[in-house]
């Protein structure tokens, strides 16, 4: 422990008193080295207010008082894909063997000309608005925000994934209602959606754009995970042909943009009946209407984490409405 305990006290007798009264003077001795004892148990025991033995080579620092911010749950990674939440995040930012995934949303904003407005009222020169427009607020390139729509979407409006994501931009309804999107496939909530998930993965990736389409496209954590673009065809695909995208975009200019547009849909997918597998999933109901599959939801709260294929979506508990088991 380190403690070192010295008694240094005259007991209240003087040296004439201890001459002449041996017996009261090892009496007085007896009583202080039993007071001492007491005072070194109580030490290590920890039961005296105020006092507390602390190792000779440290120092006592007074802990610090709980916030919301110490309270709230952390996302990390490890090397094999398992996701961990936790509320003591330095214990594991400090190990290599985990990756933190932290990405804070703000809702987004509709100018008051797009709210409330038809979904097949949007013309293309609407479209090419809302991209400039949503590209400059959340600082990326338009060439990019176009390029991704193409790949994600081809300009279909009501474009729907294999794996739930919806719109132009392809959307996951965890993260449009995470955003505040209450209708996921009108084109200027998606595209404020969109990009600003495009933005974040960016700023996540210190602006390396390959890294953040293929977080885009595979979620950030495989990014993390595997230090670079995850060895999945699909998303190695994906960056090479958003890049390829852009390039054109960039080169061929309001021309190559305006042909692009002129292809403009709203083809809703016909329904597919669910499969053995997809029967196995749960459903996730938002209060907004949109619904999410996942193949597991953790409780954790403020917050259900969604797992779905290799990707995990944390959504405030207070956005949905119901989640629905697997048949």
Not at 12 to 26: D, N
Not at 187 to 194: F, H, K, R, T, V
Request: aromatic fraction near 8%; charged fraction near 20%.
């Amino acid at each position: 422990m380190g403690i070192l305990l010295t008694t240094e006290r005259s007991n209240g007798l003087s040296a004439a008193q201890k001459r002449c009264c041996p017996g009261l003077w090892e009496i007085m001795h007896i009583r202080q080295i039993m007071l001492d004892l007491a005072i070194l148990v109580a030490l290590l025991c920890g039961v005296m207010p105020g006092l507390h033995a602390e190792p000779a080579d440290k120092t006592t620092v007074a802990a610090k008082p709980k916030t919301a911010q110490s309270r709230s749950l952390h996302q990390f990674m490890d090397r094999e894909g398992s996701v961990t939440f936790t509320n003591r995040p330095d214990k594991y930012r400090h190990d290599r063997r985990f990756v933190e995934v932290d990405i804070k949303y703000q809702p987004i904003e509709v100018p008051q000309q797009y709210r409330n407005k038809a979904v097949t009222d949007y013309s293309s020169a609407s479209i090419r608005e809302l991209i400039r427009r949503y590209a400059t607020h959340y600082g990326v390139e338009e060439d990019l925000v176009y390029a991704v729509i193409k790949v994600e979407s081809n300009f279909n409006v009501a474009a729907v994934s294999s794996k739930g994501a919806c719109g132009l931009m392809q959307l996951m309804p965890g993260t449009a209602a995470e955003m505040g999107v209450t209708s996921i496939f009108d084109p200027a909530q998606n595209i404020a959606g969109g990009t600003q998930y495009l933005a974040k993965m960016l700023e996540l990736f210190k602006g390396d754009t390959r890294l953040a389409l293929a977080a885009y496209n595979a979620g950030p954590g495989a990014v993390k995970q595997h230090n670079g673009i995850p060895p999945y065809a699909e998303t190695q695909a994906y960056v090479r042909n958003v890049l390829a995208h852009t390039r054109r975009f960039k080169s061929g200019g309001s021309r190559i943009i305006t042909g692009e547009l002129s292809h403009l849909s709203y083809h809703a997918p016909s329904p597919v009946r669910p499969t053995p597998a997809q029967s196995q999933r749960y459903t996730v109901h938002f209060k907004s209407g949109l619904t999410q599959p996942a193949d597991r939801v953790t409780d954790q709260d403020p917050y259900y984490y969604i797992e779905y294929g290799r990707r995990v979506y944390p959504v405030r508990k207070d956005l949905v409405a119901r989640i629905e088991s697997p048949t």
